[in-house]
């Protein structure tokens, strides 16, 4: 069974950085694209990029460029999602996802992580 | 990069009643069309990928389909479960744009 946990939930202040963690189990994990989804309450899903942990490849929208970064751990099947300069704006739920098969389509999806940021 | 266009924002029907949401993406492209149901406090599901497959353990009243640049997800016959947020997306290898959601309301 594909099985991905994520961090639980942070309070940040404005300004702090974040690390969120996505571990997975119950598949190759180097061998499929994982993805990242911002939703903020009230809003739609955002597509954040997607990272290939085989190699560590990532594909950031162009909208989350410069303001998070994906990597991920071969070694513990763990992909990170990291925010920095952190803002109210900011607070959201975070999920990864794995594409599991030959497309980037999110088959599997984590728990989520709920952001705040707030002085 | 193409942008989905997914209408309506919300819709209220009842329980039997055949309901469709659509997508309409603003170039063509082949297949690579998603739809996931989200409820809240709960991660996303996905329903379908490429277009019209379904995936394993969704039931068989939801379905997808493709015309030009029209993608539709329809469910034949609402339940009371079926009360979520639906979501279209393409996803490729370097993209994966969703359109705005659906509440659908039963």
């Known amino acids: 069974e594909v099985r991905l946990v994520q961090s639980g939930p942070e309070v940040k202040m404005p300004g702090e950085s974040l690390k969120i963690s996505c571990t997975a189990s119950g598949y190759e994990f180097a061998k499929y694209w994982l993805g990242w989804v911002r939703h903020m309450p009230g809003k739609g899903l955002e597509w954040v990029g997607l990272?290939?942990?085989?190699?560590?490849?990532?594909r950031y929208n162009p909208s989350f460029e410069g303001l998070v970064t994906m990597s991920a751990d071969r070694s513990i099947n763990t992909a990170y999602l990291q925010l920095s300069g952190l803002r109210a704006s900011d607070s959201a739920m975070y999920y990864c996802?794995?594409?599991?098969?030959?497309?980037?389509?999110?088959?599997?999806w984590g728990q989520g992580t709920l952001l705040t940021v707030s002085s | 990069d193409i942008q989905m266009t997914q209408s309506p924002s919300t819709l209220s029907a009842s329980v039997g009643d055949r309901v469709t949401i659509t997508c309409r993406a603003s170039q063509t492209f082949r297949g690579w069309l998603a739809w996931y149901q989200h409820k809240p406090g709960k991660a996303p599901q996905l329903l379908m990928h490429d277009t019209s497959r379904l995936e394993r353990g969704v039931p068989s009243r939801f379905s997808g389909s493709a015309s030009g640049t029209e993608f539709t997800l329809t469910i034949s016959s609402l339940q009371p479960e079926d009360s979520a947020t639906y979501y279209c997306q393409h996803y490729t290898f370097s993209s994966g744009t969703f359109g705005q959601g659906t509440k659908v309301e039963v």
């Open positions: 996802a794995s594409s599991v098969g030959s497309t980037t389509c999110l088959n599997n």
């Open positions: 990272i290939y942990p085989g190699d560590s490849e990532v």
